[in-house]
């Protein structure tokens, strides 16, 4: 890849700025010096050139402060290998970024393959180098400590750290873990885990510590019980000896009692409250003699008020005469009452009828009718309104007819005259719509010009046989596209295979070479020969001790010489036979890639013959020359197809066209006939405009046809009407008629009967008032007829003169009720007496009784006592004393047997045998305290034992603990982890290097010597390589031949030895890879004129097999570069 | 009926995790199984559900501690008296519930097995067989007890479902058989990740781990509510763990410094941070400048301000290589350098060495077999680390 041109469009400060760096013919060497003051933009430049290369990253833009991120736009214009000078742009998107000249997105693969799959980093890092990196480069490499390896690699890589690198990871890894180590983290977690695992082993319950501790328990539990029943003996004998003391106490007592009770009567003992229940006695018997002789004097003043109310022998009959008029009842009300009355009431009465007949009379007269007709024009309430409601549908009727009528007549005014019946234009509506989808022609017209048109385009480059081309037939498109395309990569794969075997073969050659020089080294010795030259000089020392001669002495010391020779350099030579046994290797590689690689080749070859014969095909097919490119396949055929579509386009046009216009024909014919039908005139020249004119005006002659046909059915139905209302009219005045035919009116009419009708409701309710009044006096008269009867009959119970019942009818029964009421009163009296009577001897013998009863109860309470001449309440008191005696001893005798049953048999009898036994209480009281002390102990043994039983249950669980062990565990598999990776990279790392030194050093070191002798010449005279047990070292030669470590070289020389080993790697990676531009910025500003002329020179090597880019802002480096290197471009930063 | 479900307690089971090297959350997830128990028990209680339903590993074999028994009849009991029946059977890591060994459990706590093999709760008739030993290769299933008919019959089983008959040593039982052997509700334990399975109206529920122990479990943390009504059961999961795990995964090859990697690394786990509990964040990256060391530091100072994410492990891997990018020289020669015997015979004795100096708990970590595997790494961690020493 070459830089031609960077255009920064809008980036940073720039806006359509350019650097142009030229080319340079005839050898010369590609080297651009790009001056510029500071802050002029040599890093924004440098930044817009990566940007290009590798896109934009994310986030904000470190030069987006004059244009917006999204408006930056950078550019170049890049010679790229197979493609030559492309130009690109990059902006800032974060996809399809990468665009052409004309802002066309671009695949990234056109510069990734250009970069060889490096991205920015790696680019930075390998193709970048400025004053400080070059300084700090080093620097570093003193931490290599001249080793090969390393000091190659950060000349091919860009990168110095490596020797750092594996320390950190060494040391890493040792962190972790290292032998007998006393502070890693892995003897410090273990140290942990040890400690925490003892801690959960002691604080786990498990099954076996739980049994343990039960047995604990059971065993103090055992020994509690035990001195529990030793307790509990001890309060037994110390029972049984309170027991036997109570029965020695209480026997002496019962003796005592024995002696009182022989001056005491004789006799059982008193049932309980005998005392009480004989002075209970003593004043119940008082009590009753007082009750009967109260009751003697109530039976004497009874009899008395017996006599003096006798029974009424009239009492009953009289009762029954009054309670039968009582029930008696004219018009459903009881008779007595309506009677009380009826004389009062039936005058007013007759007064009433009287009115009734005087308002009779004066509607009869305002009616015109004579007294006689009364009984005709009394109608019922139901003929009444039959009546009414006849006469008024009369009335209703008359006017509906009416109205009827008027509706009739005013219709048949309106309707007027009929107009003449439309004709059927839909046969002509058809012919002509018909006739309208085919009239217009000129979009066919339209359609075949355009179509003629595109078939003289398509045919326009082809040869006059394109037609016959076409008709044989066209190749399938994807079958050239395919054949194309094979051809293309076959072509493109035909040269990388030829390429390919050419690298291998110079690869071969190499590698052949190099096993060669391997093999001719000395050190290369194998076992074999080693063993050999000892087999010889044993052989030469057994003829030296037989011969003992100068000849064999001079053998044996030749023989003695090559096998400590081949000793030595098989000691030595482990490296070399590595890299023999590499050397080989690598040759035995190379010989089976090239092999492969001519197999490739060949087989390709035959592929891209085969296939040069089917294009030959192809190319006769579509009327091309045999010997036409691959590429021209495509887009002749896609010609071809395009002009047989066009054909095929005008053809189908052209028929489409001629249809059309006999469907026109045709269509014009059938409306001239379907006018004939209607009787248009056909001959006329513009047919189809009459036709439509007929078919616009067909509307309004079939609308007014349509409305006088309504009005027509409007008619009929309202003369219909008419007859309806005129019929319902006549049979409401028959009806009316028929109803009012016997009615002795004046006037019948409607209106006549209208003014009727309130008289006749007004007489037919006089009527019905004058029939109730008559029924009420018949009532009245009956009532007082029925009680003067009752008065007689009262009478004659009495005895007295039924006159009296004829004039004062009420007065008899009134006094006949107040003798009624006398006789029931003295019947209550007398009844009263009897029963109280009654009561009081029944009382009084209840009386008697109870005294006998308690009388014999009495003598019941002393029954086999003795002391019967005292007086009951003395005799008692006697008898309770003796009682309360004998409870006494019956108490004591109790309590012994009591205080015996309650102890042990044998225990109480022991301690009875005791007695008399003064300190035997106090013997036993000790034993018993003793006992309880025992008891206690074993008590709290017992819940100790429980307690921790149960404390191994509740104790505090100990997941801290475990979680920190799994935390440490966790920690340690991923330290464990790390600390593998890290040893096994610097294992790993440290083979490679030597690989790198091995693999490297054939083409990089005359490079890197002659760079840096070129730049610190005379100081330096070359370069050599140590062999040593940790590996190869790197090492200065000063003049003279002295060599110097690279560790010990001052920082300067470090500095330049670290350049030149980037130059080497520049070199390296430009002959395989390829080259890409090397950015220098300022990396001379601190070299003096000479170092930095040979700098400069060597940026001159950069160009003769790359492209060199040299910032800088010194004008005298400008002007020293145009001096070194011929041809040199030097351009100004843009303003 | 409503059933609170779960399995696989593992009760003093820790947390694996280097999360916990946080003094704070160290101190806080220290009894995190018997917390998540404590939590389960008291949602059981708070939603008055019908009974509690535990499906075996309730205590774990490398933890045997009869204080757990003690905790578990302690919670079980607080249920029991807050009206909270329950269920259970035992699992592969149960010896402790051995009824014969150690006695019954309680009233109203209800342990399975040949012996006494249904339950009947609120008309709902449980059934459930224990395991006897820490191994059983055949299926449960043939001796669980025929549904009771007129009534919904729910089953507890310890199996690794669907595993090899005669093989898996956790009573492997065909969930097509399970599903059809009659069952409303199927309550499984044994699987650390929850799933439910349906067929018709026939429920399976796996509840999964209530407390994820290791990034492996992160699935679980949950605990699952079914309803029996008339239909076909329905379910609910519930959060329940006091700690989750979770993957952050990153790509950091856009990145070029310290700067632009924090703000990555800070909005990912900011973005594994859940509300009300605890997060052991794994983090992947995809770097070939930012080694692992300088990851783990930077995210270990991010997450001293962002509450409740913690840092479990970090792994960098490289970014798949270019097509037809020029590969670095030391790593090309490096991987060159794996194919030599000489080489590989002194990375199995530098390993060997490393893994006999390991407790013999993580000592799997450098197995023989992960060679490889190290070795790809070890590539990588030289090549990060040499660019990230260029880049400083």
Request: include cysteine; hydrophobic fraction near 40%.
């Amino acid at each position: 890849m070459r830089l031609n041109r960077l255009d920064l469009i809008r980036y940073g400060r720039f806006k359509d700025a350019e650097i142009v760096l030229p080319k340079h013919g005839n050898g010369a060497a590609d080297v651009t010096v790009i001056f510029g003051p500071n802050e002029a933009g040599k890093s924004t430049a440098f930044h817009g050139f990566m940007d290009l290369l590798f896109g934009f990253k994310g986030g904000a833009h470190p030069y987006a402060f004059k244009f917006e991120r999204s408006d930056l736009l950078v550019g170049a214009e890049l010679d790229l290998p197979g493609r030559g000078a492309v130009i690109l742009r990059r902006n800032g998107k974060r996809s399809r970024s990468l665009l052409d000249a004309q802002d066309r997105p671009l695949e990234e693969a056109i510069l990734g393959g250009a970069l060889h799959g490096l991205d920015r980093d790696a680019y930075t890092e390998r193709f970048s180098l400025n004053d400080e990196s070059l300084r700090r480069g080093g620097e570093r490499i003193a931490g290599a400590q001249g080793d090969l390896g390393q000091l190659l690699h950060a000349g091919v890589s860009g990168l110095t750290g490596i020797a750092a690198t594996l320390d950190e990871l060494s040391a890493r890894a040792d962190g972790f873990h290292k032998k007998h180590g006393r502070a890693t983290w892995l003897k410090t977690g273990k140290d942990r885990l040890t400690e925490i695992g003892r801690e959960l082993r002691a604080d786990r319950l498990t099954i076996e510590r739980e049994r343990s501790l039960r047995r604990d328990r059971d065993r103090a539990t055992a020994a509690f019980e035990e001195a529990a029943a030793a307790l509990r003996q001890a309060h037994q004998r110390q029972a049984a000896a309170k027991a036997a003391q109570v029965w020695y106490g209480r026997s002496d007592e019962l003796t005592r009692i024995d002696e009182a009770l022989t001056a005491f009567p004789s006799g059982p003992d008193l049932p309980l409250n005998t005392s009480e229940r004989v002075a209970g006695l003593v004043e119940k018997i008082a009590n009753l003699e007082a009750r009967l002789a109260e009751a003697a004097e109530d039976i004497l003043r009874l009899d008395t008020a017996i006599s003096e109310n006798a029974a009424d022998p009239l009492a009953e009959p009289l009762a029954a005469e009054l309670a039968r008029l009582e029930q008696l009842t004219i018009d459903g009300a009881p008779l007595m009452g309506r009677a009380t009355t009826a004389q009062a009431d039936l005058a007013r009465r007759f007064d009433e009828i009287r009115e009734q007949d005087r308002l009779i009379r004066d509607v009869l007269t305002k009616l015109s009718v004579s007294e006689e007709a009364l009984s005709v024009l009394v109608l019922t309430p139901d003929a009444l309104e039959d009546l009414n409601r006849a006469t008024q549908d009369v009335l209703t009727a008359r006017a509906a007819a009416k109205a009827a009528q008027d509706r009739l007549d005013t219709a048949r005014k309106q309707m007027g005259e009929a107009p003449q019946e439309p004709q059927d234009l839909s046969a002509l509506r058809a012919a002509h719509d018909a006739w309208q989808t085919v009239a217009d022609l000129t979009s066919h017209e339209t359609a075949t010009d355009q179509a003629a048109a595109r078939l003289t385009d398509a045919v326009a480059g082809l040869p006059a046989t394109w037609k016959g081309l076409i008709e044989a037939g066209l190749p399938a498109r994807e079958t050239v596209d395919d054949v194309a395309r094979e051809y293309l990569t076959l072509t493109a794969q035909l040269t990388s295979a030829e390429n390919e075997r050419e690298s291998h073969a110079a690869e071969l050659a190499e590698a052949r070479a190099e096993r060669e020089a391997q093999e001719a080294a000395p050190d290369t010795v194998d076992i074999a020969s080693t063993q050999q030259a000892r087999r010889t000089r044993d052989l030469t020392w057994k003829g030296h001790r037989a011969e003992m001669t100068d000849r064999s002495a001079d053998a044996f010391e030749e023989a003695m010489y090559a096998d400590d020779s081949a000793r030595a350099h098989y000691q030595t030579g482990t490296e070399a036979r590595q890299r023999l046994q590499a050397a080989r290797s690598r040759e035995r590689t190379a010989q089976a890639r090239l092999d492969t690689a001519k197999a490739r080749l060949d087989d390709i070859a035959d592929r891209h013959g085969s296939l040069s014969e089917r294009i030959a095909s192809i190319s006769r097919a579509i009327g091309l020359p045999e010997d036409s490119a691959a590429s021209a396949l495509a887009a002749r055929h896609q010609t071809l197809t395009t002009a047989a579509a066009a054909a095929a386009d005008l053809a189908n046009a052209q028929a489409a066209l001629k249809s059309r216009q006999a469907r026109k024909a045709a269509a014009l014919t059938a409306l001239s006939e379907a006018a004939q039908q209607v009787g248009l005139d056909t001959d006329i020249a513009n047919l189809p405009s009459h036709a439509l004119k007929s078919l616009t005006l067909e509307d309004s002659h079939r609308q007014a046809w349509t409305k006088w046909q309504k009005a027509q059915e409007t008619v009929a139905e309202l003369d219909t009407e008419a007859r309806q209302a005129g019929s319902e009219r006549d049979e409401a005045e028959r009806s009316l008629d028929s109803l009012t035919a016997t009615l002795p009116l004046t006037d019948r009419s409607p209106a006549g009967l209208r003014s009727a009708l309130p008289h006749l409701r007004a007489l037919q309710q006089l009527h019905a008032d004058r029939q109730k009044l008559s029924t009420r006096i018949e009532a009245l008269e009956r009532a007082i007829s029925a009680m003067k009867d009752g008065a007689k009959r009262l009478c004659r119970i009495l005895g007295t003169s039924e006159d009296e019942a004829l004039t004062d009818p009420l007065r008899v029964i009134d006094d006949a009720r107040a003798r009624a009421t006398a006789a029931r009163r003295a019947d209550e009296k007398r009844i009263e007496a009897t029963e109280r009577r009654e009561a009081a001897i029944s009382a009084r013998d209840r009386a008697e009784a109870n005294r006998n009863e308690a009388q014999s109860e009495l003598n019941d309470c002393f029954s086999g006592q003795g002391a019967s001449d005292l007086a009951p309440s003395d005799r008692v008191a006697q008898l309770v004393e003796r009682d309360r005696q004998r409870a006494a001893r019956a108490t004591a005798d109790k309590e012994r047997k009591s205080a015996r049953d309650s102890v042990d048999p044998e225990l109480f009898i022991d301690e009875l045998a005791r007695l008399p036994d003064a300190v035997r209480a106090t013997e036993l009281e000790i034993e018993q305290k003793d006992a309880q002390d025992n008891r206690d102990a074993a008590r709290d043994a017992q819940r100790e034992a429980e307690r921790i039983y149960k404390e191994a249950f509740d104790a505090a669980d100990r997941s801290d603990l475990a979680t920190e062990q799994a935390t440490i565990l966790e920690e340690l598999r991923d330290g464990a982890h790390r600390a593998a990776v890290a040893r096994l990279g610097v294992l790993a790392a440290r083979g490679a290097l030597r690989r790198l030194a091995a693999e490297r050093r054939s083409s990089m070191l005359q490079d890197v010597e002659e760079a840096f002798v070129s730049m610190t010449a005379p100081a330096w005279t070359g370069v050599d390589v140590w062999s040593q047990d940790e590996g190869e070292k790197l090492v200065g030669i000063q003049p003279g031949g002295g060599s110097v470590p690279v560790e010990q070289m001052s920082t300067g020389t470090m500095g330049q030895l670290y350049f030149a080993l980037r130059l080497a790697g520049y070199r390296a990676f430009a002959r395989d890879p390829g080259p890409l531009p090397m950015v220098l910025d300022d990396i001379m500003e601190t070299f003096d004129d000479t170092r930095a002329r040979a700098a400069l020179q060597l940026c001159a090597e950069i160009g003769k097999g790359g492209q060199a880019i040299l910032f800088t802002h010194h004008a005298h480096l400008v002007e020293l570069a145009r001096d070194t290197i011929p041809g040199v471009g030097v351009v100004d930063m843009p303003a | 009926m409503r059933l609170l479900i779960s399995a696989d307690i593992h009760l003093g089971s820790p947390i694996r995790s280097a999360a916990l090297r946080n003094p704070e959350l160290g101190e806080r997830l220290k009894q995190a199984s018997r917390d998540t128990f404590t939590g389960l028990v008291d949602l059981a209680i708070v939603e008055q559900v019908d009974a509690l339903v535990l499906a075996g590993d309730i205590f774990d074999n490398d933890h045997p501690d009869l204080k757990s028994r003690a905790f578990l009849i302690a919670q079980l009991s607080r249920a029991a008296e807050a009206g909270v029946p329950t269920v259970l059977i035992r699992g592969n890591h149960d010896a402790l519930l051995d009824h014969r060994a150690h006695g019954e459990l309680g009233p109203n706590i209800h342990l399975l097995h040949k012996g006494t093999p249904t339950v009947e709760i609120a008309g709902v008739a449980f059934h459930g067989l224990s395991f006897d030993a820490a191994h059983e290769t055949k299926s449960f299933l043939p001796d669980y007890p025929v549904p009771v008919p007129g009534k919904r019959n729910v089953g507890l089983m310890h199996t690794s479902l669907d595993g090899a008959a005669g093989h898996d040593p956790y009573a492997p039982c065909s969930s097509k058989d399970l599903m059809a052997n009659g069952y409303d509700l199927w309550c499984l334990g044994h699987i650390h990740a929850p799933f439910e399975k349906v067929s018709g109206p026939v429920l399976a529920v796996m509840p999964g781990i209530p407390q994820p122990r290791h990034f492996g479990e992160r699935s679980g943390g949950t605990v699952t509510m079914v309803t029996l009504a008339d239909g076909p059961p329905e379910f609910q999961r519930h959060d329940i763990g006091r700690m989750g795990f979770a993957e952050c995964a990153l790509d950091l090859t856009e990145c070029t410094n310290q700067q632009e990697v924090l703000r990555s690394l800070l909005d990912g786990l900011r973005a594994a941070r859940v509300d009300g509990r605890d997060t052991a964040v794994r983090l992947q990256v995809i770097s070939d400048r930012f080694a692992t060391e300088m990851i783990s530091e930077l995210a270990g100072e991010l997450l001293e301000n962002i509450d409740g994410v913690y840092l479990d492990k970090v792994k960098v891997v490289a970014p798949p290589a270019k097509p037809g990018a020029v590969p670095d020289d030391l790593v090309r020669l490096m991987q060159e350098e794996l194919d030599e015997s000489g080489f590989r015979l002194a990375a199995s004795e530098m390993l060997e060495d490393l893994r006999l100096a390991l407790p013999a708990e993580i000592a799997d970590e450098l197995d023989e077999d992960h060679l490889d595997s190290l070795l790809a790494e070890a590539i990588a961690e030289v090549s990060k680390t040499l660019h990230a020493r260029g880049a400083e």
